[in-house]
C-alpha cells in the first residue's frame, strides 16, 4: 500500500474554497502553532479509526455516527473535526454539534506512514515536497466559505504534525489488512481551516480545491446545526 495519502478535507490520492485565498498568501503564512500541529494529528487518528461502514470520510450522511467530530483526546469537548470525500467525489452532509466548539479541518494535507527501514525524516519530506507543489501550482484556486462568506486566510493555517501513531481497524478505508497497520509512527502537513465557535443555528461551510496540474480537486459541503447540550445525536 502506498503511505503518503494525500487528502483535501480528507479525500484520497487524486483529489483536491466564492473568494479564492491566493496561493502565495497561504504559501507564505506563518506555520501553525503547536496546538494546531498536535490537532493535525488528532484528526489523522479520528479519520482513520473507524471502518468503512461509520468512517466520516466515505460518502454523503445525515446525523449518522459519521457526524461525531469530537476528538479522542479533546475531553473538555471543545474542538470538532469535519471531513470531506474519501474518493475525491463532490460530497454534501447534515450533522448536528454542540454550541461553543471550534471546529478544526483540512482544506488538503497529507500523511506518511512509516514502513519498517524508513526513517521520520524521508516520511517528512515526502508530505512536505507534496504540499509545497499543491502550493507552486500556478492555477491554485481555494475556496473556504461560512454561509457564503469567505474564511479570513488568518483562519487558514499550515500545520506540520509531530510524530504520531495511528492504528488502522478491520474494514478500513484503505482495504488494508489491519493487522499490519497498528500503532504505525505517522507524519502529516497541510493547511487547516481553524475556525471559532459557531452561533445557535443553521450554518453552512462549503470547501472547494483545485490544483489542476498535480491532478488535485475537491468539493466538499456540511449543512450544521449547532445546539445547546454536550450531547449531540
Partial sequence: MRRIVVLALGVLLALASA????????GQGAKASGKASELA???????????????????????????????????????????????????ERTCTMPVGTQL????????????????????RQQVNEFINSVLADPDLSMVVTVDGKEVKSKRIVRAESPVFRVSLPDENVFGAPADLYQN??????????????LSKGEHTIHVEVSAPNVGFSQDATYHLTVVNGKRVP
Avoid at 471502518?51 to 473538555?76: E, F, H, I, M
Avoid at 504505525?184 to 465557535?197: F, T, Y
Fill in 19 to 26: 473568494v479564492p485565498l491566493a496561493s502565495a498568501q497561504v
Fill in 41 to 91: 494529528a488528532d484528526w489523522w487518528q479520528w479519520a482513520l479509526a473507524e471502518p468503512v461502514a461509520t468512517n466520516p470520510l466515505v460518502g454523503d450522511y445525515t446525523d449518522g455516527p459519521q457526524c461525531d467530530g469530537r476528538p479522542v483526546s479533546d475531553v473538555p469537548g471543545k474542538k470538532w473535526f469535519l471531513a470531506g470525500s474519501f474518493d475525491g467525489s463532490a460530497v
Fill in 104 to 123: 478544526f479541518f483540512p482544506v488538503f494535507n497529507a500523511i506518511y506512514i512509516v514502513e519498517p527501514g524508513e526513517t521520520v525524516a524521508f516520511a
Fill in 184 to 197: 504505525k509512527r505517522s507524519v502529516a502537513d497541510g493547511l487547516w481551516a481553524a475556525l471559532p465557535p
